[in-house]
């Protein structure tokens, strides 16, 4: 099993920064991607940003060229960079955890609001 602990989220102006941070704990050996996804009220999931063991990212088209994910192999964290957020970024974000075993891990979720 593997335990995620978000941290960071909270309200910030548009154009402020944000950082979110993600710890994983239990078998953090066996966890191979890991990444960001969002939810707002009466809508699914979605990714938003998500980083492979080797440092292989993806974002969405929404995020990208504003978010930047990052992640400590050694430490078994990720964290998600909010730069010049938006208004429609405001939402529930969670950490995800992809396994070898093909295991989805999903932690407790952090608001997010962004308002002026």
């Known amino acids: 099993q593997v335990q995620l602990v978000e941290s960071g989220g909270g309200v910030v102006q548009p154009g402020e920064s944000l950082r979110l941070s993600c710890a994983a704990t239990?078998?953090?050996?066996?966890?191979?991607?890991m990444g960001w996804y969002r939810q707002t009220p009466g809508n699914q999931r979605e990714l938003v940003a998500a980083?492979?063991?080797?440092?292989?990212?993806h974002y969405s088209d929404d995020v990208r060229g504003r978010f930047t994910i990052s992640r400590d192999n050694t430490k078994a964290s990720v964290h998600l960079d909010m730069n010049s957020p938006k208004q429609e970024d405001t939402a529930v974000y969670y950490c995800?955890?992809?396994?070898?075993?093909?295991?989805?891990?999903w932690g407790q979720g952090t608001q997010v609001t962004v308002s002026s």
């Open positions: 995800n955890a992809y396994t070898d075993y093909e295991e989805d891990y």
């Open positions: 980083i492979t063991t080797s440092g292989r990212t």
């Open positions: 239990g078998k953090i050996d066996s966890i191979n991607g």
